[in-house]
């Protein structure tokens, strides 16, 4: 697909391609190309940038069907419309847009963006609990410190005992990462226990009871009664976070054991659920709000409604557009993004984050049309209309019969051709005589 745009110096096309879920718009010039990369599959249809794009270029689907199933890209694009301002990809919440440029740009400060952030602090280990419970799996964590068979290679026939005080461990599995004779025992995760761990077992056949696990052990759960080999290592590593796969759920934070996860959302706001329609809701058969929310807040309560972790919701409204029984309502009182500098562009920019808390967008003029005010109504006059002759009006018809043949004479033609007034005038004196 194509569509191209001719101003007085500049000529952009316009096309897009489609890879696996990915449409990748592009805005091409002699001189530059600017790729806004939409994975449909990572978009949640949340609308924000439906409504901020200024242009209106873009359009959200049936969300209630695409919620529960459908495979179908939750927005669309016109791209004719699409004036790659970046918009949408500056303040999508789940990074479903994504915009890059190649070539020669003019030089303008950064736009806007969310200013938003998971990151850990002094407090952290590391440890493998919020790599484990990320919903995500935006959390990787690399650890550095030498493993147990650098240290003391297992030896067989050992003696000795080991216990685990489960009063004592959270799980946090270093010692399932030391050393092989542990081995920690995955559960589902749900919104009201998203640690991601329920048991820790030693298998007593690896084990040779060399005590550095009791030594490596931060919360000192594990007991060992054995032949101490070697001195246990410092807990190192390194822990990263994907950025474009995180959505600030806070689940890391929930679990985490040491207060080692500092978390600024995009928005402050509110979720509630409307209690007049709760009744209407059947969480079981329809799910479409656990299929879309990109903090996995909803589950089912004991009594078999539908019920959500507030704590862990970023505010992005992608589940009051699932819901066809208007189960939630979500308000936003608060934007957090970066500085907006003072640039032709910066009021639009200010209207579209005002409009992410207000849903009032004001959107641009771009018809290219000037506005001129209307004439005041005159007031209507009636016009006397002339009593005419009706000597006078056939001796005009009588002169007019004898001129016709005037149009169909090259003589007459000739002289009319000839640029010389007074010869016409005479002519025509001279046949209408």
Known sequence: MSDTEQDESLTVTKDMDIDDSHFIYRQI????????DYDYKRCVGCGICVGLCPTKALELGPMQEISTGLDAPPV??????????????????????????????????????????????????????????????????????????EIAPFEEGKE?????????????????????????????????????????????????????????????????????????????????????????????????????????????????????????????????????????????????????????????????????????????TQVSHTKIPDSPWASQWRDAIDSMVTSKRKFPDISRTIEVEPEPAKEHVEVEKPDIDSSFLEAARERLEKAKPLLSSAKFRKVVESDEPEKVSKEIKKKLA
């Open 29 to 36: 010039t002699e001189k530059s190309v600017k790729f806004l």
């Open 76 to 149: 669309t694009m016109d791209l004719e419309k699409c004036t790659f301002c970046s918009m949408c990809a500056s303040f999508c919440p789940v990074h479903a847009f994504v915009m890059t440029e190649e070539g020669e740009f003019p030089e303008h400060e950064k736009f806007p963006e969310f200013d938003s952030y998971v990151e850990m602090n002094e407090k952290c280990v590391p440890c493998a609990i919020c790599k484990a419970s990320c919903p995500e799996d935006a959390i990787e964590v690399e650890f550095t410190f030498k493993k147990k068979e």
């Open 160 to 332: 000795g005992e080991i216990e685990i005080d489960t009063e004592k461990c959270n799980f946090c599995g270093l010692c399932a990462e030391f050393c092989d004779a542990f081995l920690l025992i995955d559960k589902d995760k749900t919104p009201t226990d998203p640690t991601p761990f329920e048991l820790l077992l030693v298998d007593e056949d690896k084990c040779d009871y060399c005590v550095l696990c009791q030594d490596l052990c931060p919360e000192d759960a594990i007991t060992v009664k054995g032949e101490k080999r070697g001195e246990a290592p410092e807990i190192e590593g390194n822990l990263t976070i994907d950025d474009s796969k995180c959505t600030r759920c806070t689940w890391c934070q929930v679990v985490c054991p040491y207060d080692a996860v500092d978390i600024k959302k995009p928005f402050d706001g509110e979720i509630v659920l409307i209690d007049s329609n709760i009744d209407k809701c059947d969480p079981q058969g329809c799910h479409g709000c656990f299929n879309v929310c990109p903090s996995h807040l909803w589950y089912v309560s004991e009594d078999g409604k539908i019920a959500m972790k507030e704590d862990y919701c970023t505010y992005c409204g992608a589940c009051v557009n699932a819901c066809p029984m208007d189960i939630m309502r979500v308000e936003r």
